[in-house]
Nanobody, 120 residues
Framework: VQLQASGGGLVQAGGSLRLSCAAS????????MGWFRQAPGKERDFVAS????????NVADSVKGRFTISRDNARNTAYLQMNSLKPEDTAVYYC??????????????WGQGTQVTVSS
């Protein structure tokens, strides 16, 4: 399984970014996809997840109303649309894949991270 995250960058507070996660080596539509983030000196935290068919979505309270997770199963790609970005959103963002929500939470496949920096 390979997960390739992209779309990070430097943005001013209030701005937007869209992260993408291209997946290969798995039956994409059968996997939960998730986004996690890790700020300097902190643990990796859950951001959002989406079920294989896209019908079940969960978003962390800290980003609710600002971030949206989605997926395109025809393109084997998951997305994280981030709006109204705040400096505290600055982190390395990782995408992950799990055959179940429990696997996503515990031992998922990880992609490499993409840096998101929000300036004030």
């Amino acid at each position: 399984v390979q997960l390739q995250a992209s779309g990070g960058g430097l943005v001013q507070a209030g701005g937007s970014l869209r992260l993408s996660c291209a997946a290969s080596g798995l039956t994409f539509s059968r996997y939960y996809m998730g986004w996690f983030r890790q700020a300097p000196g902190k643990e990796r935290d859950f951001v959002a997840s989406i079920s294989g068919g896209g019908f079940i979505r969960n978003v962390a309270d800290s980003v609710k109303g600002r971030f949206t997770i989605s997926r395109d199963n025809a393109r084997n790609t998951a997305y994280l649309q981030m709006n109204s970005l705040k400096p505290e959103d600055t982190a390395v963002y990782y995408c992950a894949a799990g055959s179940t929500i429990q696997v996503l939470d515990t031992t998922p496949h990880w992609g490499q991270g993409t840096q998101v920096t929000v300036s004030s």
